[in-house]
Each structure stands twice: as C-alpha cells, then as structure tokens.
C-alpha cells in the first residue's frame, strides 16, 4: 500500500469513522486503569468494568474478543492483579 492509498483511506468517511471508535475506546481504556489504580472500587466492581469495556469494544468492533483479550484484557488483568492481589 503507497503512502497516498494509506492517506485515502483514512480521510474517507470509514477510515474517519474508524479512527474515531479507537480513539474512543483508547481513552475507555485509560479511564477504567485509572479508576482501577485508584482502587476506590471492590474487586468484582473493577473486573465489571473491564467486562463492560470489552462490551464496548465488541460493539465497536464486532468479533473483537480475542484481540480485546490479548491487546485490553491481560493488561487490565495485570493491573487488577497489582491493586488487589492475586486471585
């Protein structure tokens, strides 16, 4: 793909769209960290948050679980981990 198709698609009305949805769930992410990090939640309330970011990102991006596992979920995982110790 040339730098010009990669330009084309980006600023077409799917490409605006899609940047869009990862910019938004980009920035769902780090607010659920933050909120985990700050630990003013329960444990279960804090894995509900992360069930409900993948929620989102399974409407943004329909058949996205294992990617929102791999790329999302083990790093919330890890940060759950960290606040309220191993399960």
């Known amino acids: 793909m040339t730098r ?7 600023i ?3 490409g605006r769209d899609e ?18 990090y700050a630990g003013d939640h329960t444990r279960d309330e804090a894995e509900q948050l992360v069930q409900g ?8 991006f329909p058949g996205s679980a294992e990617t929102f596992s791999i790329v999302y ?3 919330l995982g890890r ?9």
């Open 53 to 60: 970011l993948a929620a989102l990102a399974e409407e943004y």
């Open 79 to 87: 940060v759950i981990s960290e606040v309220y110790g191993s399960d």
């Open 19 to 36: 940047t869009k949805r990862i910019y938004h769930l980009r920035r769902a992410f780090e607010l659920v960290m933050q909120t985990i």
């Open 4 to 10: 010009d198709e990669a330009v084309a698609i980006l």
């Open 12 to 14: 077409s009305p799917e």
């Open 73 to 75: 979920g083990r790093r």
